[in-house]
């Protein structure tokens, strides 16, 4: 079945500055890619998505890219801000498995100000 | 508009008691699912419903029943609580599967168990 893995599982950065987070699927049939952010005390809550006939979108200061040769996608947040700082999940929709999101470990973010 | 709704929001149990979890949606979902969140493991589907009177198993239903009486009620079972199951349990909802129906999540559960 899909197995999805996560990285860093901490990321600390600078105000203003980037911060990206990757993950890698395992399962090639995998077409949907989405992202959801966690403030402390909340449920995740989607914050952008990819489907895998697409290989980047954007949304304001959010991006992610998708590289299916190599199963990889990635979340870019550019311009980081105070409100940033939260715990990101990635998932993968299994093709395998009725179309159940596989869930990444997260990573939390925290915004240095 | 609610959202997802769970109840309560923080519960103490000792090893052998049961309870529910209470979660309920005002959005029409047909699908809704249960997770549980364990540090370092994300989320981990517990059970999922298609749909009222449809129910079916996750990667973790061992010791939890669900079932689907209504469009807008999901409750979790924990039928003789263990220390392995304390845990943050958070519910979903959505339209369906599909890619523009994404997952509203309540704001969590917090179990512990003594």
């Known amino acids: 079945g899909e197995n999805v893995e996560q990285h860093p599982s901490t990321l600390s950065v600078q105000e203003g500055d980037s911060a990206v987070i990757k993950c890698t699927y395992s399962?090639?049939?995998?077409?949907?890619f989405p992202w959801y952010k966690q403030e402390l005390g909340k449920g995740p809550q989607l914050i952008i998505d990819?489907?895998?006939n697409v290989g980047e979108k954007k949304d304001q200061r959010i991006a992610v890219t998708l590289n299916k040769t190599a199963k990889h996608f990635s979340l870019h947040i550019t311009e980081t801000q105070p409100e940033d700082s939260a715990v990101y999940f990635c998932?993968?929709?299994?093709?395998?498995?009725?179309?159940?999101?596989?869930w990444g470990a997260g990573t939390k973010l925290i915004i240095k100000p | 508009n609610a959202g997802v709704t769970q109840t309560p929001k923080f519960q103490v149990l000792k090893t052998g008691q049961s309870m529910t979890l209470q979660c309920a949606q005002d959005?029409?979902?047909?699908?809704m699912s249960w997770y549980r969140q364990d540090p370092g493991m994300g989320l981990r589907l517990i059970h999922y419903?298609?749909?009222?009177?449809?129910?079916d198993q996750g990667e973790v239903p061992n010791g939890y029943n669900v079932s689907r009486s209504t469009t807008e009620d999901f409750p979790l079972r924990l039928l003789s609580a263990a220390p392995s199951q304390t845990s943050v349990y958070f519910c979903?909802?959505?339209f369906g599967t599909g890619d523009n129906q994404p997952q509203h999540f309540g704001d969590g559960t917090r179990l512990s168990i003594l």
């Open positions: 399962d090639s049939a995998s077409n949907y």
């Open positions: 959005m029409n979902h047909e699908y």
């Open positions: 979903a909802s959505s």
């Open positions: 419903s298609v749909g009222a009177g449809i129910t």
């Open positions: 990819i489907r895998s």
């Open positions: 998932a993968a929709r299994a093709m395998d498995s009725n179309y159940q999101l596989i």
